[in-house]
Each structure stands twice: as structure tokens, then as C-alpha cells.
């Protein structure tokens, strides 16, 4: 016996097309979990570039590396141009910018230039509180890809350091919260965000390029001439750390006559010596140093004689050799002041003759003490 079922009509298409609508459904009804768990995930920081405000302060090298290692921290970057004045200036911009991008820290990585010093400064905010934490770090710049490299894991040292004392963590992929956890909005209390505490100037480094100075200078010799007063200006460079040249003339403004049997003569002399200084310490308000000096010295006098003795005036010039012990006074990093003393010799000793017989003499040794300022503009 033949049985016969009746046909039904073909439902395959319609199936098809109604899952592909509760799939859609669902995608859009899961988007707004899936995107706050990956702004769970993915926190934003904001790396600061000063290339193009502070070019001689940037450290391109660094920055880069440190890129990479925020990256293998699943974190989003966002790099941004610095437009502060100064790094000083720039430093205290970070937690506005850090609030405008809505991340949760700012970071920026700098360097001083023609000395081995760096810094790492950091502000992390707590979106949830409201409230931040400023953090400075000083680093020991090394040359090369390995300086740059420490530095940067130094900087992601610091970065973790600061979320966890927000109560921040960066979590990957495979520390997934429960969604009603994320889902959960906490209520937000406003706090004044933390100020970033002054750096002490004589705390950092302050060393700057190229100086100019001015003292006042008493003068001294064995021999007759007596003490002088006078006058030094100096240029004032620094070519690398803890190591200066200075290069400084020197000239008498009042000085003892010299006075024998009724003749009488004035005696002036002006130095203009360079000179090569150790310092010993390239941090702190205080600065010894030493160093050696050389150049020649003209000296000129003007006799004045009796009656029946004519005028002469005479100059010669001879060399100088000499060293000098010194101590400055950072006060800010463009203002010192510095006390220092000099001994030296003449070489060959200046001597002053009344008609052939000697009557002083100067240079064996020199002894000059000295107290002035400088102004550094780089």
C-alpha cells in the first residue's frame, strides 16, 4: 500500500533570513558590554612630546621605546605635542592634559642637555574620584639604544607605580570582569587634584653652557709695588660635564705709587688669561672647583722725575702661569656667585729701575683673591 504525505512549502529562505535578524539583535544588544569592557581593558595614556617646544630638552630615542613597552602593556597611546614655554612649564601641563584626552595618565620623558641627567614625569588620574598623583622621576641618561632602553622600562616602572596608588590597574585580556560588574555606575566624587610640589633648584641639575662675569679683584706681589686693586670680566663655557674653560681679562684701577729719592712712577698692569677648571660636584647649591691658567700680562709705567731728570714711559709684557681654587653659588640656574683666589708667577718678574737701579719688583709670586657674579644664558 502506497502512503502519501503532503507536500509542505520550501521554509529554508525564510529560516536563513530569521537568523540572521536575532543576530543582529543580540550584537546590538551586547555593544554597549562589549565597549565597556574594552575601555575596561584598554586604558588611555598620553605620551607628551616636546620635539618641537623644547627641542634641547627631547629625547626622541627614549620615546620611541617607550611607545613599545605601552604597547605590550595594553594600553591605548596617544602621542601629543608639548606647547609649553619650558619643560617647567610643560610638566605642570600635564594634568590638564591628561583630564582634556580623559586618559589615565600623562607621561613625558626628558633630558638635560650637555650633562647626563633625565626625568620621567608622570600625572595619573582616577577617572572614578577624581582625584591624581604627580610623580617626578630623575634618571641617569645613558648614550644609545641601552640608555634609551633603560630609561623608558624606568618610566613603565613609574607608570605602574602610579595606578596602583589610584587603585589602577592594567589588566589584559585574560582578567575579564563579570559584566554586572562593569555595568555597575559608581558614583563620582569631585576631589582638587594634587599639585606637584616645586623641584628645589639647588636639588637639580643646573648646569648651563655659556656664562658671562664680572668681580672685583685685589692684587698683591713681594717686591716693592705694594697691594692693588682692580677689575675681571669673564666668558664662562662648559663643553662637557663637571669640566668649564674660561677665558678672563683682568686690569688694576688703583694702584700705590712708587716713590724712591724723590722720583716717582705709577705702574698698571692688565692679564688676559684662559683657563681650564675641574668642578667637583655638578649638583647642589655649592661649587668648588680647580684649575690652571695661562696668557700673557702687559705692565706699563709712567716715571716722573726730579728737575733735572727727564720723564720716561716704559711697557713690557711677559708671560703668565698660574692655578686657582674656587667656589660658586648656584642661586638659581641662571644666577651664581663666585669667590675665588689666584697664585701665579710672572715669567720673566716685571721690574721697575729709577735711572738703572732697581727699585721693585712684581710677579714671583702673584697672588690675587677675587669675589663677583655670573649670568648663564644657555
Known amino acids: ?210 656664562g658671562l662675569g664680572l668681580a672685583g679683584v685685589g692684587m698683591g706681589s713681594p717686591g716693592g709695588i705694594g697691594g692693588m686693586f682692580g677689575a675681571q670680566i669673564s666668558l664662562a663655557w662648559q663643553p662637557v660635564r663637571l669640566l668649564s674653560t674660561q677665558a678672563d681679562v683682568c686690569f688694576s684701577v688703583w694702584v700705590h705709587d712708587i716713590d724712591e729719592e724723590g722720583s716717582q712712577s705709577s705702574f698698571d698692569i692688565a692679564a688676559f688669561r684662559a683657563w681650564a677648571q675641574l668642578e667637583f660636584f655638578d649638583r647642589g647649591v655649592f661649587r668648588p672647583s680647580m684649575g690652571i691658567g695661562a696668557g700673557p700680562v702687559v705692565a706699563w709705567a709712567q716715571g716722573e722725575g726730579g728737575e733735572d731728570v727727564e720723564s720716561v714711559k716704559d711697557r713690557v709684557t711677559v708671560a703668565y702661569l698660574g692655578g686657582t681654587v674656587q667656589l660658586g653659588f648656584v642661586l638659581t640656574r641662571w644666577f651664581r656667585l663666585r669667590l675665588g683666589v689666584k697664585v701665579g708667577a710672572l715669567l720673566p718678574a716685571v721690574e721697575v729701575s729709577f735711572a738703572g737701579d732697581k727699585v721693585a719688583e712684581m710677579g714671583l709670586p702673584l697672588i690675587e683673591g677675587f669675589g663677583g657674579a655670573e649670568v648663564y644664558f644657555f
Not at 19 to 40: G, H, N, Y
Not at 102 to 116: F, K, L, Y
Open 1 to 210: 500500500m502506497a502512503v502519501s504525505l503532503p507536500s509542505w512549502p520550501d521554509r529554508s529562505y525564510g529560516s536563513n533570513l530569521g537568523f540572521l535578524a536575532t543576530a543582529a539583535l543580540c550584537a546590538v544588544l551586547l555593544q554597549p558590554f562589549t565597549s565597556r569592557t574594552q575601555e575596561r581593558f584598554a586604558p588611555l595614556v598620553v605620551l607628551v612630546s616636546i620635539e618641537k617646544c623644547c627641542p634641547p630638552h627631547a629625547w626622541p630615542e627614549a620615546q620611541e621605546v617607550l611607545l613599545d613597552e605601552l604597547a605590550a602593556m595594553y594600553v591605548e597611546v596617544e602621542k601629543v605635542d608639548g606647547v609649553g614655554a619650558g619643560v617647567t612649564e610643560q610638566r605642570a601641563n600635564l594634568g590638564v592634559i591628561a583630564k582634556e584626552k580623559g586618559a589615565v595618565c600623562a607621561i613625558m620623558i626628558t633630558r638635560e642637555p650637555q650633562t647626563d641627567r633625565g626625568a620621567v614625569d608622570l600625572w595619573t588620574v582616577d577617572k572614578r574620584s577624581g582625584s591624581s598623583v604627580a610623580r617626578h622621576l630623575s634618571l641617569r641618561v645613558e648614550e644609545g639604544a641601552q640608555g634609551a632602553a633603560i630609561a623608558a622600562i624606568k618610566a613603565v616602572e613609574a607608570l605602574r607605580a602610579g595606578l596602583q596608588e589610584l587603585d589602577l590597574h592594567l589588566e589584559g585580556p585574560d582578567e575579564t570582569p563579570a559584566i554586572e560588574d562593569v555595568a555597575v555606575e559608581e558614583p563620582v566624587v569631585k576631589k582638587e587634584p594634587v599639585v606637584p610640589e616645586p623641584v628645589d633648584e639647588g636639588d637639580r641639575d643646573t648646569n648651563s653652557v655659556l
